[in-house]
């Protein structure tokens, strides 16, 4: 895959060069320059799946009108960054089956990894509460078993245990469902 480009791509050249690929690699842009994501240890994709499962039931348990996606969405920053959380979570009306960008995120998702514990406390962290529709920001520690809890105009809270509610959009779960099991 060649990433080299001579300017800064927009999000909209990056999704259409994105799709025109052959093989499929995890990327972001950032700045517009298109970056490689590296690949996932177990333990990360083992947490990504609990935080979906999580956040979908209890998205029905309170009958929200959302849904909870996964990696693999698009999440624009603004016109030359646009980030592809872990998990998300939207409310109102459909995403259409052809959607890359989730507009309107109230909810992000992200895991530490390695290659990305630096980013996803910093450069994320502001970039996803640049847009008016994030209300909530979880990064997941695998290594401490906690979550971060960042919320808009709020202090973060670190948890280790116990109940999280987040509203909105109104729905509560547990750090140990987020995590699964250890």
């Known amino acids: 895959m060649n990433v080299a480009f001579r300017r800064a791509m927009t999000v909209d050249e990056y999704l259409a060069w994105s799709e025109s690929q052959s093989e499929r690699q995890r990327t972001e842009l950032i700045n517009g320059q298109v970056v490689p994501m590296a690949p996932e240890r177990a333990v990360h994709n083992r947490i990504k799946i609990a935080a979906l499962f999580a956040l979908r039931q209890a998205i029905a348990n309170a009958g929200a009108p959302c849904e909870a996606m996964t990696d693999g969405m698009t999440v624009k920053i603004d016109d030359h960054t646009a980030y592809e959380p872990d998990a998300l979570v939207y409310c ?3 995403l259409p089956d052809a959607a ?3 507009p309107n995120p109230m909810i992000i998702v992200e895991i530490l990894s390695p290659t990305t514990r630096h980013s996803d406390t ?4 502001i970039g996803y509460f640049k847009l008016p529709s994030v209300a909530h920001y979880l990064v997941l520690d695998p290594e401490a078993r906690t979550v971060m809890h960042h919320v808009r105009d709020g202090v973060p809270t670190l948890l ?3 109940a999280l509610r ?4 109104g729905i509560g779960l547990t ?3 987020l995590l699964g099991p250890a």
Request: no cysteine.
């Open 160 to 162: 280790s245990a116990g």
């Open 92 to 94: 109102g009306g459909s």
């Open 166 to 169: 987040l509203d909105p959009p």
């Open 175 to 177: 750090v140990e469902a």
């Open 122 to 125: 910093s450069a994320k962290l």
């Open 100 to 102: 890359m960008i989730v």
